[in-house]
């Protein structure tokens, strides 16, 4: 079964548009950690934040905020007034406690903002 | 700092070649990872290390596949011999690790493999 769903595969925007980027998932874990990382055109994974399941405060870093939700198992992604700059493919993952180290990422959000 | 530094960024080989990715990770890190990345299969764990020693290789595809990390500053991936749907862009990350939570992991810039 897949823990996590980003059930939006390519999503269009025109610039200074906001945008949001789901994420779902799925674990019996009670602790447990969620992440975001962006991957621009370039290729490279760069990480964007870490929430662990303790800690439900949305977060505002910027243009960009999260807003984590355990009742429904959600952690999406806002980003405001887009910009060209964001056009990247954006990856949820999920780490459980009790499975180490590993994440489990989601398939990813391609993202375009039009100019 | 320099982050993950991985080489080469890319590597075309034939069918039956040997394959070696190399990755550097953080200095200080003491966990390390290689994910493959496919659009078909989206990125997928392939092995982790912490401190130097494997924890889960579950997810090495077949015995063609191999990783070693001699030491906290060096870790190899290789694939001997190579398959054309072995071709995909292998990540190498690394993190740090003090107990029982996750840290975020930070990637290098990925191999680019193709085998034809």
């Known amino acids: 079964a897949q823990k996590v769903t980003q059930a939006q595969t390519e999503i269009s925007v025109v610039e200074k548009e906001d945008v949001t980027l789901d994420c779902v998932y799925e674990t019996r874990d009670t602790t447990y950690y969620l992440f975001w990382y962006k991957q621009p055109p370039s290729g490279e994974l760069v990480f964007l934040i870490r929430?662990?399941?303790?800690?439900?405060q949305n977060e505002i870093s910027g243009r960009y905020s999260w807003n984590f939700q355990k009742s429904t198992s959600s952690f999406n992604f806002t980003i405001t007034a887009s910009q060209v700059v964001d056009s990247a493919v954006y990856f949820c993952?999920?780490?459980?406690?009790?499975?180490?180290?590993?994440?489990?990422f989601g398939t990813g959000t391609s993202l375009t903002v039009i100019p | 700092d320099a982050g993950v530094i991985q080489s080469p960024r890319h590597e075309v080989t034939e069918m039956g070649q040997e394959v070696t990715l190399r990755c550097k990770p953080i200095s200080g890190h003491n966990s390390l990872f290689w994910y493959r990345q496919t659009m078909m299969r989206g990125l997928e764990l392939l092995i982790y290390f912490n401190n130097n020693v494997p924890i889960d290789d579950s997810g090495m595809p077949e015995d063609r596949f191999s990783a070693k990390m001699p030491n906290a500053s060096f870790s190899t991936l290789k694939i001997q011999p190579s398959e054309p749907r072995d071709s995909a862009v292998y990540f190498c990350?690394?993190?740090?690790?003090?107990?029982?939570?996750?840290?975020?992991?930070?990637f290098g810039q990925g191999t680019r493999l193709t085998v034809v």
């Open positions: 990350a690394s993190s740090f690790s003090s107990g029982q939570a996750t840290p975020e992991a930070f």
């Open positions: 993952a999920l780490s459980e406690a009790y499975t180490g180290n590993q994440f489990y």
């Open positions: 929430r662990n399941s303790f800690d439900e």
